[in-house]
């Protein structure tokens, strides 16, 4: 398994090169030695994945390209009718990105009608921080998981308006957020078959339909003088034990005859 995984990241650090590289960069860039390097590429080599050029240095391989294309046809089965739409809807060109690992990636693209439109490679990687398809992605994350992120890539200035401080970052996304109520993004999930869960609030979670019919909760009566209320109902049950009518708080002395004859 850790032969697979170190070929995968030969793979990576030749796309990143952009270009043709040799044994000693890659063996700097992956931290590998340079043996355990020459023996994973020329098994690349061999399959396919990598070739050597005449300069003796290497570069990835074209069987990559059958893999690649297949991978966009899968995706674009499930996304080419949602992108179709979004066009449709406003002219423009739409794109799908996912995040890989501290990047987003662009994986699918339908164009716009028009001639004069926007043009993204499939397969480009950018910045999260400093792209509009980058906070989407971003949105759906915790704060701990976007500073985690920001914090191992960097913010490079793409701009002079790029934010490149990681709370601001959080707070746009926050702000961004808060354009729609809770129901308008439920909706808008709910018709694109996003998964979600709503962080609830205490009068959320005591009025929750699933919980009630769990029996996580019990109502208790009104009593001297205290209001009826929900409480959290015990969370040990026996097979023989039936709910019985849970009585209200008693008033202070309300069992102290009863408590004092069992004294005597």
Not at 2 to 12: G, K, N, P, T
């Amino acid at each position: 398994m850790q032969s697979v995984e170190r070929a995968f990241d030969v793979l990576e650090v030749m796309a990143a090169a952009g270009g043709p590289i040799g044994l000693s960069q890659l063996a700097e860039s992956s931290g590998l030695p340079v043996p355990t390097i020459y023996r994973l590429v020329r098994t690349l080599v061999n399959c396919g994945y990598a070739r050597q050029l005449p300069s003796r240095q290497y570069s990835l391989g074209p069987k990559l390209i059958r893999l690649g294309e297949s991978a966009t046809q899968l995706i674009g089965a499930w996304s080419r009718p949602h992108l179709a739409e979004v066009v449709k809807a406003t002219g423009e060109t739409a794109n799908m990105a996912m995040l890989d690992d501290t990047m987003a990636v662009y994986v699918y693209q339908v164009p716009s009608p028009h001639s004069m439109r926007m043009f993204t490679e499939v397969g480009r990687r950018v910045y999260t921080h400093s792209t509009g398809v980058g906070k989407a992605l971003l949105m759906q994350l915790s704060n701990d998981a976007v500073r985690n992120i920001v914090a191992r890539v960097g913010m490079p200035a793409q701009t002079a308006l790029t934010m490149t401080d990681p709370e601001a970052l959080i707070a746009d996304l926050d702000s961004l957020f808060a354009t729609r109520s809770r129901d308008e993004w439920t909706a808008a999930f709910d018709e694109y078959d996003v998964w979600w869960a709503p962080v609830n609030t205490a009068d959320d979670v005591i009025e929750d339909p699933q919980a009630i019919a769990a029996g996580a909760f019990v109502d208790v009566p009104e009593s001297a003088g205290a209001p009826a209320h929900r409480a959290v109902n015990t969370p040990i049950r026996f097979g023989s034990h039936t709910d019985a009518r849970t009585k209200g708080t008693p008033a202070l002395g309300e069992h102290t005859d009863e408590v004092l004859r069992e004294l005597d």
